[in-house]
């Protein structure tokens, strides 16, 4: 399975963007999805996951700010954020996860930048 990220880019606090992970190679329907952000100065942080059925999880920091979906049909997952704080500021990736291989699978990230 291939992930390829977009969406990133420079936004003003206050403001949204929306991520977009595309997947080919493999049945997306039955993988479960996540984002996870990376900043320099932390660890790789988990932001959110939606299940294979639909079943959606969010990390404290993000909560009430962020949403993701998929569309099975594009074998696409989003991640829809708004009210966006400096702190958010990261390299944004995209995993896939096969329960029936138990396999992950990685995107190469998108860099999302929170400035004035």
């Known amino acids: 399975v291939q992930l390829v990220e977009s969406g990133g880019g420079l936004v003003q606090p206050g403001g949204s963007l929306r991520l977009s992970c595309a997947a080919s190679?493999?049945?997306?329907?039955?993988?479960?999805m996540a984002w996870y952000r990376q900043s320099p100065q932390n660890q790789r942080e988990w932001v959110a996951t939606?299940?294979?059925?639909?079943?959606?999880n969010y990390g404290d920091s993000v909560k009430g700010r962020f949403t993701i979906s998929r569309d099975n049909a594009k074998s696409t997952v989003y991640l829809q954020m708004h009210s966006l704080k400096p702190e958010d500021t990261a390299v944004y990736y995209c995993?896939?996860?096969?329960?029936?291989?138990?396999?992950?699978?990685w995107g190469q990230g998108t860099l999302v930048t929170v400035s004035s």
């Open positions: 190679g493999g049945i997306f329907s039955r993988l479960s």
């Open positions: 939606i299940a294979s059925g639909g079943r959606t």
């Open positions: 995993k896939g996860y096969d329960p029936r291989r138990s396999a992950d699978f």
